[in-house]
């Protein structure tokens, strides 16, 4: 046998006869405009890569453009979105003018590729600016962004626009090490795969996503999509690695040896290899998994494993160059060494840079490299960095080598200036890294040493920006807390009051620390109540008067308010002054003016634009869009709305505090007007880094999932919701108005009412009186009045007498919120009267028949545009006109709610529409009434009483489904019997089910 086997590559495919057949199924889909993706998945050492490289060969034979990125071991640093660069990085080299022209129309694209001319994230300011205002112009620290959307347009639209002209076969290898902005801008182009001729590959190893890894809530996520798939590359079974033993050995080998490498590999190729490499003859295997990788190196050359070594130190692609500083061999003998390790295939060169063949190599080398010598060729990485700029990645992996050989100096500095670089590339979680390992050796660097402008207090400030943009609030709050406990009487009163009104904004992200906020900002103002005016002071003002008008202390915010736009307007502030007319015009609103508050919030939203002041200019849009909502002038709120979330997407803050508000408030809209969204928009919920960001998505959409009749998810998303009850009044209103009407729909109406009044009791200690207990008091009495009428029915006093209390209790409630609750606009808007008419007229039912005036005002109060609830309106109006003896109404209460169920695909309402409507024997459109056999003596209501009867309800129970009296009931039963020859009820149902006139 060969002392150097060949490489797996060097022979035809072995097996995998089926991953490869569905990676071609998905590439001729693509090819006929049907976008998709693959998550390959397996061991290390399985064979993905080798697939992949097969597959890859197979795709350019169709003429498809193959762009293949890999990442890399997230400790070595290194760029953000580093597979998609080096995926995307042949495009800009390419003769392909179409290519060409798609590249350079997309300038955000210079933030992953150095070759395309970067333009800045748009309304963002780069200049030098004062710090107080710099962090509203360069940063919006308030918002809780991502600023990654310019980026992701960018790649996308570049695929998108080259795929109109070929096939596209995007591939990203080992995602296991992928960073955070790489998992985004991977959720990002997978969720929106359509028509193009594009199919993206992404493989990674199953045995390293374990159950806390990162990556495994984005793959639950990623494979409910349509256009993704999943395959999995299992090892080889025993014949096919005996195939491989066989393709890979020079000369034949004795079976005990293939039988025994068979053995030893369990089915993993690369192990095969390694195997059958580690020996010359055959014989003497090595033992366990690190002998197996090693014993070969260890027969190479002594200056070959030490250029091995050097490689596995570095942790990436090498260059001639350095290895040639660092490994401390002279020209001829690396010459020799590296000669040696590419013959025996350990290492390989890619784009001019040697590396690995496997990863798994690289890690058991780079484990056998003894401490003191991996330090050293750290340091010497480190020192070649320094003296040789590498461009973008150069601090990044300059912090690395000097953190690995304990120069905390050095690797403190290169460690901020990777995280501007990261900021500025869109990668907040990168930069969130840097940072918190800066802020580790803080301590461990002497104060001579530390970079100039940079303190733990300003690091702080730091974590807690990158925290927020990385849609982490709560860890946002935790860096702002801590730099506020960093505070000594040596630090400036204006850096000072900045940082607790750093605070204070973290603390606004979500309800649960709303009163801690009130705390902080009163702090921040008696740092500067006495000061002249400041860029400073003029947003702690403005931020003063939004937390002071959060909590009904409207003339003291209308002050501060006033005084924080003329010290703005003093000191050129603009941002500061935005916010402060925010903050106005929402007051405006408040005093019932709205053409005032309108006015204001347009002229904030101008006057933030203009400062670049991004997340000022949401808010006001937010505001503004909020006049129109609460006023139910339900069109111009939706094309607010909608105007403000593609303005959050143009500057990249869509994950913003107020961009989850004008996603939240756009998609709820549509759901109450009848314009519902389809579960493939983006808008929907996925899986993030905060339990609290995906709750307040959840929250948006889950009143959708519960509509439309998905109640197996709906139950999840509710307990999911009810878990987070108090991080966001979101949150418990969707918790709690989601969970009554999915038990109300399932029939269980003791649990939706119990689900009511907890979620009363959650909202009673956050805001008393809420007006959100208006909803949730209505579905809460809704479901006591149906549990009061079915208990009456089967004769339980009991179970009565504990749903009329309930009742009884939710609607008192809701008629105190309505008295004494604080409207945002001063009085109670359609929105509120019509829950309030609903509730009331659901109690007309606790006791007894509904009455049918009532609901009907009910179904008017939802005339402001309502669509689907006041369909479930008229279902309830229609069900009380029944009771009444009123039918022909009814029947036209019943349709209108048809077509709007019909139309929504509101799977709960139409089926108790249909329900009702066939007891009460009322044609709906569209439907086909039921098919009775020639020989049927019964007529329908014979039938729905014989139906009911043999479903064990009595008389009185019977009567109550059909709205018809008990004597009638026992009339209609003694026909049934008679025309069935029965003298029992139990008969009767025996003989229908013989012939066939009953069925279920």
Same mark, same amino acid.
């Given at each position: 046998?060969?002392?150097?086997?060949?490489?797996?590559?060097?022979?035809?495919?072995?097996?995998?006869?089926?991953?490869?057949?569905?990676?071609?199924?998905?590439?001729?889909?693509?090819?006929?405009?049907?976008?998709?993706?693959?998550?390959?998945?397996?061991?290390? &050492?399985?064979?993905?890569?080798?697939?992949?490289?097969?597959?890859?060969?197979?795709?350019?034979?169709?003429?498809?453009?193959?762009?293949? &990125?890999?990442?890399?071991?997230?400790?070595?640093? &290194?760029?953000?979105?580093?597979?998609?660069?080096?995926?995307?990085?042949?495009? #800009?080299?390419?003769?392909?003018?179409?290519?060409?022209?798609?590249?350079?129309?997309?300038?955000?694209?210079?933030?992953?590729?150095?070759?395309?001319?970067?333009?800045?994230?748009?309304?963002?300011?780069?200049?030098?600016?004062?710090?107080?205002?710099?962090?509203?112009?360069?940063?919006?620290?308030?918002?809780?962004?991502? $600023?990654?959307?310019?980026?992701?347009?960018?790649?996308?639209?570049?695929?998108?626009?080259?795929?109109?002209?070929?096939?596209?076969?995007?591939?990203?290898?080992?995602?296991?090490?992928?960073?955070?902005?790489?998992?985004?801008?991977?959720?990002?182009?997978?969720?929106?795969?359509?028509?193009?001729?594009?199919?993206?590959?992404?493989?990674?190893?199953?045995?390293?996503?374990?159950?806390?890894? =990162?990556?495994?809530?984005?793959?639950?996520?990623?494979?409910?999509?349509? #256009?993704?798939?999943?395959?999995?590359?299992?090892?080889?079974?025993?014949?096919?690695?005996?195939?491989?033993?066989?393709?890979?050995?020079?000369?034949?080998?004795?079976?005990?040896?293939?039988?025994?490498?068979? !053995?030893?590999?369990?089915?993993?190729?690369?192990?095969?290899?390694?195997?059958?490499?580690?020996?010359?003859? $055959?014989?003497?295997?090595?033992?366990?998994? +690190?002998?197996?990788?090693?014993?070969?190196?260890?027969?190479?050359?002594?200056?070959?494993?030490?250029?091995?070594?050097?490689? !596995?130190?570095?942790?990436?692609?090498?260059?001639?160059?350095?290895?040639?500083?660092?490994?401390?061999?002279?020209?001829?003998?690396?010459?020799?060494?590296?000669?040696?390790?590419?013959?025996?295939?350990?290492?390989?060169?890619?784009?001019?840079?040697?590396?690995?063949?496997?990863?798994?190599?690289?890690?058991?080398?780079?484990?056998?490299?003894?401490?003191?010598?991996?330090?050293?060729?750290?340091?010497?990485?480190?020192?070649?960095?320094?003296?040789?700029?590498?461009?973008?990645?150069?601090?990044?992996?300059?912090?690395?080598?000097?953190?690995?050989?304990?120069?905390?100096?050095?690797?403190?500095?290169?460690?901020?200036? *990777?995280?501007?670089?990261?900021?500025?590339?869109?990668?907040?979680?990168?930069?969130?890294?840097?940072?918190?390992? %800066?802020?580790?050796?803080?301590?461990?660097?002497?104060?001579?040493?530390?970079?100039?402008?940079?303190?733990?207090?300003?690091?702080?400030?730091?974590?807690?920006?990158?925290?927020?943009?990385? /849609?982490?609030?709560?860890?946002?709050?935790?860096?702002?807390?801590?730099?506020?406990?960093?505070?000594?009487?040596?630090?400036?009163?204006?850096?000072?009051?900045?940082?607790?009104?750093?605070?204070?904004?973290?603390?606004?992200?979500?309800?649960?620390?709303?009163?801690?906020?009130?705390?902080?900002?009163?702090?921040?103002?008696?740092?500067?109540?006495?000061?002249?005016?400041?860029?400073?002071?003029?947003?702690?003002?403005?931020?003063?008067?939004?937390?002071?008008?959060?909590?009904?202390?409207?003339?003291?915010?209308?002050?501060?308010?006033?005084?924080?736009?003329?010290? +703005?307007?003093?000191?050129?502030?603009?941002?500061?002054?935005?916010?402060?007319?925010?903050?106005? &015009?929402?007051?405006?609103?408040?005093?019932?003016?709205?053409?005032?508050?309108?006015?204001?919030?347009?002229?904030?939203?101008?006057?933030?634009?203009?400062?670049?002041?991004?997340?000022?200019?949401?808010?006001?849009?937010?505001?503004?869009?909020?006049?129109?909502?609460?006023?139910?002038?339900?069109?111009?709120?939706?094309?607010?709305?909608?105007?403000?979330?593609?303005?959050?997407?143009?500057? @990249?803050?869509?994950?913003?505090?107020?961009?989850?508000?004008?996603?939240?408030?756009?998609?709820?809209?549509?759901?109450?007007?009848?314009?519902?969204?389809?579960?493939?928009?983006?808008?929907?919920?996925?899986?993030?880094?905060?339990?609290?960001?995906?709750?307040?998505?959840?929250?948006?959409?889950?009143?959708?999932?519960?509509?439309?009749?998905?109640?197996?998810?709906?139950?999840?998303?509710? *307990?999911?919701?009810?878990?987070?009850?108090?991080?966001?009044?979101?949150?418990?209103?969707?918790?709690?108005?989601?969970?009554?009407?999915?038990?109300?729909?399932?029939?269980?109406?003791?649990?939706?009412?119990?689900?009511?009044?907890? @979620?009363? @009791?959650?909202?009673?200690?956050?805001?008393?009186?809420?007006?959100?207990?208006?909803?949730?008091?209505?579905? /809460?009495?809704?479901?006591?009045?149906?549990?009061?009428?079915?208990?009456?029915?089967?004769?339980?006093?009991?179970?009565?007498?504990?749903?009329?209390?309930?009742?009884?209790?939710?609607?008192?409630?809701?008629?105190?919120?309505?008295?004494?609750?604080?409207?945002?606009?001063?009085?109670? @808007?359609?929105?509120?009267?019509?829950?309030?008419?609903?509730?009331?007229? *659901? %109690?007309?039912?606790?006791?007894?028949?509904?009455?049918?005036?009532?609901?009907?005002?009910?179904?008017?109060?939802?005339?402001?545009?309502?669509?689907?609830?006041?369909?479930?309106?008229?279902?309830?109006?229609?069900?009380?006109?029944?009771?009444?003896?009123? =039918?022909? =109404?009814? *029947?036209?209460?019943?349709?209108?709610?048809?077509?709007?169920?019909?139309?929504?695909?509101?799977?709960?309402?139409?089926?108790?529409?249909?329900?009702? +409507?066939?007891?009460?024997?009322?044609?709906?459109?569209?439907?086909?009434?039921?098919?009775?056999?020639?020989?049927?003596?019964?007529?329908?209501?014979?039938?729905?009483?014989?139906?009911?009867?043999?479903?064990?309800?009595?008389?009185?129970?019977? /009567?109550?489904?059909?709205?018809?009296?008990?004597?009638?009931?026992?009339?209609?039963?003694?026909?049934?019997? +008679?025309?069935?020859?029965?003298?029992?009820?139990?008969?009767?149902?025996?003989?229908?089910?013989?012939?066939?006139?009953?069925?279920?």
């Amino acid at each position: 046998m060969r002392v150097v086997p060949p490489l797996g590559s060097a022979i035809p495919l072995v097996g995998r006869v089926d991953e490869l057949s569905r990676l071609r199924s998905a590439l001729a889909r693509a090819e006929r405009r049907a976008a998709g993706a693959v998550l390959l998945s397996g061991d290390a &050492g399985v064979g993905k890569s080798r697939l992949l490289a097969e597959f890859a060969d197979h795709a350019a034979g169709q003429e498809a453009l193959v762009l293949t &990125g890999r990442c890399l071991d997230m400790q070595a640093g &290194g760029l953000p979105y580093l597979p998609f660069a080096e995926a995307l990085g042949p495009l #800009t080299t390419t003769d392909d003018p179409v290519v060409g022209e798609a590249v350079r129309a997309r300038p955000a694209l210079g933030r992953l590729l150095p070759q395309v001319h970067a333009a800045p994230p748009a309304g963002l300011h780069y200049a030098q600016v004062p710090s107080a205002e710099a962090e509203s112009l360069h940063r919006a620290r308030a918002a809780q962004d991502l $600023g990654e959307l310019q980026l992701f347009d960018a790649v996308l639209g570049v695929l998108t626009e080259i795929a109109e002209q070929r096939l596209v076969v995007l591939v990203l290898e080992d995602l296991h090490w992928a960073d955070g902005s790489t998992r985004n801008l991977l959720s990002f182009v997978l969720s929106r795969l359509r028509s193009q001729r594009l199919l993206v590959i992404g493989s990674y190893r199953e045995e390293d996503v374990h159950r806390r890894h =990162p990556l495994r809530a984005l793959l639950a996520e990623l494979v409910r999509l349509p #256009t993704v798939e999943r395959v999995d590359v299992p090892p080889f079974g025993d014949a096919e690695s005996r195939a491989l033993v066989r393709a890979l050995a020079d000369e034949p080998l004795p079976s005990e040896t293939v039988a025994d490498v068979v !053995a030893r590999s369990e089915g993993n190729p690369f192990f095969v290899e390694e195997l059958l490499a580690s020996c010359a003859t $055959g014989a003497d295997l090595p033992a366990g998994l +690190a002998e197996v990788l090693l014993a070969r190196v260890e027969r190479l050359a002594p200056e070959t494993r030490r250029v091995l070594r050097t490689i !596995a130190v570095a942790s990436d692609a090498v260059a001639h160059a350095a290895l040639a500083e660092v490994s401390g061999l002279d020209e001829l003998q690396l010459d020799e060494a590296l000669r040696e390790a590419v013959q025996h295939h350990v290492l390989v060169i890619e784009r001019g840079f040697y590396t690995f063949r496997h990863a798994l190599l690289r890690e058991a080398v780079y484990g056998d490299v003894l401490p003191g010598e991996r330090s050293r060729m750290h340091a010497a990485y480190a020192a070649r960095l320094r003296a040789k700029p590498q461009g973008r990645g150069h601090d990044a992996r300059l912090a690395y080598h000097s953190m690995q050989s304990r120069d905390h100096s050095t690797a403190l500095a290169a460690l901020v200036r *990777a995280a501007d670089e990261a900021e500025q590339l869109g990668a907040p979680g990168a930069a969130l890294r840097h940072i918190e390992q %800066a802020l580790e050796i803080w301590d461990t660097v002497p104060a001579a040493d530390r970079p100039d402008g940079i303190d733990e207090l300003k690091l702080l400030h730091e974590a807690s920006f990158f925290a927020g943009t990385s /849609g982490e609030p709560e860890r946002a709050i935790a860096f702002a807390r801590s730099a506020v406990e960093t505070l000594g009487p040596e630090v400036d009163t204006e850096d000072a009051a900045f940082t607790w009104r750093r605070l204070a904004e973290a603390l606004l992200s979500l309800d649960s620390t709303f009163d801690e906020a009130v705390d902080a900002i009163g702090r921040a103002w008696e740092l500067v109540a006495d000061a002249a005016p400041s860029r400073t002071r003029a947003w702690v003002l403005a931020t003063r008067a939004g937390i002071l008008r959060g909590i009904d202390r409207m003339d003291e915010a209308y002050w501060s308010a006033q005084t924080a736009v003329a010290d +703005a307007r003093a000191v050129g502030a603009g941002g500061a002054e935005a916010a402060a007319l925010t903050t106005l &015009g929402a007051l405006a609103d408040s005093a019932g003016n709205p053409g005032e508050a309108r006015e204001r919030l347009r002229q904030a939203e101008r006057k933030a634009r203009d400062a670049g002041a991004l997340h000022v200019e949401l808010r006001a849009l937010y505001f503004l869009a909020l006049s129109y909502d609460d006023l139910a002038e339900i069109a111009p709120a939706i094309e607010l709305y909608r105007r403000g979330i593609e303005r959050a997407e143009e500057s @990249g803050l869509s994950w913003s505090s107020f961009g989850l508000g004008l996603r939240a408030r756009h998609v709820f809209l549509r759901y109450v007007s009848g314009d519902w969204p389809a579960d493939s928009e983006k808008d929907r919920p996925k899986a993030s880094v905060s339990s609290t960001v995906t709750a307040l998505l959840t929250a948006s959409w889950v009143h959708l999932v519960v509509a439309r009749g998905r109640f197996a998810d709906a139950e999840r998303l509710v *307990a999911d919701l009810r878990s987070q009850w108090h991080s966001d009044i979101l949150i418990t209103l969707a918790a709690s108005t989601a969970g009554t009407e999915l038990a109300g729909w399932q029939g269980d109406y003791p649990t939706a009412a119990r689900r009511a009044q907890e @979620g009363i @009791g959650w909202l009673e200690t956050m805001l008393p009186w809420a007006l959100g207990g208006l909803r949730i008091g209505a579905l /809460g009495v809704e479901a006591c009045a149906a549990w009061a009428g079915a208990a009456r029915g089967r004769g339980d006093a009991k179970a009565e007498a504990e749903a009329l209390a309930a009742g009884e209790a939710l609607i008192e409630h809701v008629r105190e919120c309505a008295r004494r609750g604080r409207p945002r606009t001063g009085t109670l @808007g359609p929105e509120g009267h019509a829950w309030l008419a609903r509730a009331e007229a *659901a %109690a007309t039912g606790l006791a007894g028949p509904a009455d049918p005036a009532s609901w009907e005002k009910a179904v008017a109060a939802f005339g402001y545009g309502a669509v689907y609830e006041q369909a479930v309106c008229r279902l309830r109006h229609a069900e009380a006109l029944l009771a009444a003896g009123d =039918p022909d =109404p009814a *029947a036209e209460q019943l349709r209108e709610a048809h077509e709007v169920a019909r139309r929504l695909g509101a799977k709960p309402l139409l089926a108790a529409v249909r329900d009702l +409507a066939h007891r009460a024997r009322a044609e709906l459109p569209g439907e086909r009434p039921a098919r009775r056999a020639v020989v049927d003596p019964l007529t329908d209501r014979e039938r729905a009483v014989l139906e009911r009867v043999a479903l064990g309800r009595t008389n009185r129970q019977v /009567g109550a489904e059909l709205y018809i009296s008990e004597k009638t009931v026992s009339v209609h039963l003694s026909r049934v019997m +008679a025309k069935l020859g029965a003298t029992r009820r139990a008969e009767a149902v025996a003989i229908a089910y013989d012939r066939g006139l009953l069925t279920h």
